[in-house]
């Protein structure tokens, strides 16, 4: 199946487009190019997580990505984020909807978030939460970080609950403060800023979205 995953949305759309075969090909050429080996792209020293990906494995890692995203997204929407909604390590995972800039249309990413304080509303909620600007690990910013830059008003779904919420980057202070508790929820986010920086002298951006709790509602009753 081919999956869409960029611009504002992703989709199943049919056949997938791209020809691995020809891909792997092309980038075993660009190795020989480069003087390396297959197996020296293949499992080098140190973790997998921070080594630069070869196009072959990135145009495949993005399909696999979009993929996930897609099954987890209903998969938590259906289970009120019983199923979904957490990762292996116990990070915990909220759905952002946002709006997309060029599109128009509604686009949701589940998202590993940490509460980023402003206490806790009666219903359990929080107040703030912070996600991680990270497109596994690639190069690239996700969609939904520009389209949360052109729309910050997004709809935030934690469990059973759809809040309205704003989202806004988080200056340099307020990343570093952060930071080591997204770390501590989900630690590849270290491995993916040490290679951002290698290959591109680049800063992950942490966004920051103030909920409306007094707003929120219940999934399963408000898309009814």
């Given amino acids: 199946m081919q999956i869409e995953s960029g611009g504002d949305r992703d989709v199943l759309l049919g056949p997938c487009p791209v020809d691995l075969g020809q891909e792997r090909r092309r980038c075993r050429a660009a190795d020989r190019r480069s003087g390396h080996s297959g197996r020296q792209l293949g499992w080098p020293h140190g973790s997998p997580r921070t080594r630069s990906l070869d196009p072959f494995t990135r ?35 909220l759905l952002l ?21 402003g206490g806790r509303a009666d219903n359990g909620a929080p107040r703030r939460v912070a996600v991680v600007v990270s497109k ?9 970080f520009h389209n949360v830059r052109h729309h910050p008003r997004v709809d935030v779904q934690i469990g059973g609950l759809v809040m309205p919420g704003t989202a806004r980057v988080a200056d340099a202070a307020e990343r570093a403060a952060i930071w080591p508790a997204l770390v501590r929820q989900y630690r590849y986010f270290a491995d993916y800023q040490q290679r951002a920086t290698r290959d591109a002298n680049r800063t992950i951006p942490v966004v920051l979205i103030d909920l409306d709790c007094e707003r929120a509602a219940q999934w399963r009753r408000s898309s009814m």
């Fill in 59 to 93: 145009a495949v890692s993005r399909y696999t990505l979009a993929g996930m995203t897609a099954l987890n997204t209903a998969l938590y929407r259906i289970s009120d984020g019983t199923v979904g909604g957490e990762v292996p390590n116990g990070g915990q995972l």
């Fill in 97 to 117: 909807t946002c709006t997309g800039r060029r599109s128009g249309r509604r686009m949701t990413a589940p998202l590993l978030y940490v509460d980023a304080g």
């Fill in 136 to 144: 596994g690990s690639e190069p690239e910013n996700p969609a939904w």
